[in-house]
């Protein structure tokens, strides 16, 4: 249609020229026969022109041909195919009007070309004011000076002149002039680099230009696009290589051809192929450079964040900085494709390297090697796992609290040994998670991998209660590891299980306990087995005379006992063990609370002390003289320990 326009207006131009050469007459002189597209169709040096409409109108948005061909009236200010040379001479990137080849470029050739347009009025140059302005069909203004000419301002720094004044069309008049008329939005786009300009200009932005060198994406980032990019800041680099580890201190350490893909495709998963201005976010997935992988938009209480397949989110800083072939909005964290997010998983050490890396946590490694039972290569394995991780301290005050036979982990030598110090060790792994400070609430009770479970108490703090009457705290939380978690803690933790078997039995906690000593002599003395049984596992409740009580006894025995090896024939040695069985009870760790005013207790001997709760507790045995419990509630792990002040005497006949 557009051919048959241009043939049209040949052909009347012709005849219109005949006739004015039959008439003698200028063009200006005969009455318009032509409208104003006609009669820039029918002028040779408009022709770039005439082609700049056609190549506007091949947008569905654009019908400058037929609007300029209406009734009009317009005034049209028309550049020379000189003037349209020397705009692409001065345009990087267009050549020709054949670089107007996209939407975007052909909607800013409409504009150039609307703003050549005063629509309502045909305006001669008699018409024209020095420092007059017109409004343009584009909408921003044109202002006129008259200095030996007729000059044209607009919004750049050349003005235009008028070569050939009123040209008379049918609808309007057309004023030839040398240069193509630049509105402000036209300037503002035409000067904008691309995307790569845009980064290489922004000082917060050089990790994110060193990075798309590096990954060979220059050139797809300064092609047509439209482009959207989400540009990470410095810091959200530094950030991203802190999370990497101590191999990735720079973009240099993405040295091999799996890394430098990665890189690739880390920001291309940045870029959407299309130009979405802030304007135009919606809570949604947008589908990125990178293929088969998609971002989402969400709406955050009013304000949109980007969502990747990390758990961490990333906060918009800076909208629409504007380039040639796209936009860009700043954030302030890289965002990770799945991929990404699993190439960070495998540079993550396990639970055993990190403590390995971790100075004060030594001892915990040496105690997992010294029990040698699989732990080192269980807390290797995929998990995931959270660990209570106790600091070097904290081993060795469980060292110092096992006595002489303990003073370093080496210690733990023998089979029964090593298995007490691995099932230690499993009550501070919790299997099948990767349990966080956050994700831990108050009174919570986990199961641990040695069966028992440790309790969380998070008042004033994070803690974490065992078997024991001290709570471990939790000193560092959150250490996270490629198969879950490490909260480091003060205090070695102890199951049930370890606290009983920590604890001395009734023999030994005689021995250790200076005012008993003579007590410990009596067991020996008596041979009657009395040390082997109260070394079993009970339980047993013991009355335990003071060395006082023992000396007291032997006073009253008289001179032919002054001491207890003085019980040396067979019959004293049995008078001495049943004085002993009257103060043992069999079956049952009865503490102090238990015990009721009046109660009868049954003794191994086969005779019952009586309880007395009087003004405290006491023991009354077959004389007459009762006997007071001194120190109650002497916890052993066979039983419990009540020291007294007198040696129970049982009816003898």
């Known amino acids: 249609m557009k051919i048959k326009i241009y043939f049209s207006a040949l052909v009347l ?19 318009a026969q032509l409208n104003i597209v006609e009669t820039a169709s029918g002028t040779d040096a408009l022709s770039s022109l005439v082609a700049a409409l056609a190549k506007s109108d091949e947008s ?7 609007a300029l061909s209406g009734t009009g009236p317009f005034t049209v200010f028309a550049p020379t195919n000189d003037a349209f040379t020397a705009l692409f001479a001065s345009l990087d990137g267009y050549s020709s009007l054949d670089d107007f080849d996209t939407e975007e470029e052909k909607a800013l050739l409409a504009s150039i070309l609307k703003y050549h347009v005063v629509a309502g009025a045909a305006v001669a140059s008699s018409d024209l004011t020095d420092g007059q302005t017109v409004t343009t069909l584009q909408g921003d203004d044109l202002s006129i000076t008259l200095n030996n000419g007729v000059f044209v301002s607009d919004a750049s720094d050349t003005d235009a002149q008028v070569v050939t004044a009123d040209v008379d069309a049918t609808n309007g008049i057309v004023h030839v002039i040398n240069k193509v008329l630049l509105p402000e939005a ?18 917060a932005l050089t990790v994110l230009e060193a990075a798309v060198i ?23 680099f530094i950030a991203l290589l802190d999370m990497l580890g101590d191999d990735y201190t720079s973009l240099d350490d993405f040295d091999t051809d799996e890394e430098i893909q990665l890189l690739k495709d880390i920001l291309l998963y940045h870029v959407v192929p299309a130009k979405v201005l802030s304007t135009d976010l919606a809570a949604g997935e947008v589908g990125t450079a990178l293929a088969d992988n998609t971002i989402e938009v969400v709406d955050n209480e009013g304000t949109f964040v980007i969502s990747d397949a990390s758990d961490v989110n990333a906060n918009i800083s800076a909208v629409d900085i504007m380039a040639s072939n796209g936009v860009a909005h700043v954030i302030d964290k890289v965002l990770l494709p799945q991929s990404a997010v699993d190439f960070i998983a495998d540079q993550q050490p396990t639970i055993v390297e990190l403590a390995i890396a971790t100075n004060d946590l030594s001892l915990l490694v040496g105690a997992l ?49 090593k298995t007490m110090l691995a099932t230690i060790l499993k009550y501070h792994v919790v299997a099948g998670t990767a349990a966080f400070s956050t994700d831990l609430s108050n009174e919570q009770m986990i199961a641990t991998a040695q069966g028992e479970e440790v309790s969380v108490n998070l008042t004033g703090g994070v803690f974490i209660q065992d078997a024991t009457d001290t709570d471990a705290a939790v000193t560092t939380a959150d250490i996270e590891a490629k198969n879950g978690v490490i909260h480091i803690i003060d205090k070695v933790l102890l199951p049930q299980e370890i ?29 009657a ?16 005379p003071t060395n006082a009580a023992f000396e007291a006894l032997l006073e009253d025995l008289g001179p032919d006992y002054t001491s207890l090896a003085d019980f040396d024939t067979e019959d004293e040695k049995t008078l001495l063990a049943n004085i002993l069985k009257y103060h043992v009870v069999s079956g049952a760790a009865v503490l102090s609370s238990d015990l009721t005013d009046g109660q009868m207790v049954t003794t191994a001997l086969g005779q019952d002390v009586t309880v007395n709760l009087t003004g405290g507790v006491f023991i ?3 004389t007459d003289s009762n006997a007071e419990v001194t120190t109650a509630d002497v916890e052993a792990s066979n039983g419990v320990v009540h020291i007294i002040n007198k040696v129970l005497m049982p009816d003898t006949h």
């Open 214 to 236: 590096k990954a060979g994406l220059v050139d797809t980032l300064n092609s047509d696009g439209p482009f959207t990019v989400f540009a990470p800041t410095d810091t959200a």
């Open 369 to 417: 090697q010294q029990a040698d039972a699989g732990l080192v290569d269980l807390l290797g394995t995929e998990g995931p796992f959270t660990v209570f991780a106790p600091t070097n301290a904290a081993f060795a005050a469980l060292l110092e609290e096992l006595g002489d036979d303990y003073n370093e982990l080496a210690d733990f030598d023998t089979e029964e040994e």
């Open 620 to 622: 009354t045995d077959a």
């Open 13 to 31: 131009f012709l005849f219109a020229f005949t006739s004015c050469n039959d008439d003698d007459d200028t063009p200006q002189e005969k009455e």
């Open 529 to 544: 087995g009395l040390v082997e049984l109260l070394g079993m596992e009970g339980p047993y409740t013991v009355f335990a």
């Open 499 to 527: 606290v009983d078997a920590l604890q001395p039995n009734i023999v030994e906690l005689a021995i250790a306990t200076d005012d008993l000593s003579l007590l410990v002599t009596a067991l020996q003395q008596a041979d």
């Open 60 to 66: 569905p948005n654009s019908d400058l041909i037929s």
């Open 186 to 203: 036209v300037i503002d786009a035409i000067n904008l680099g691309t995307l790569v300009d845009v980064v290489v200009g922004s000082d």
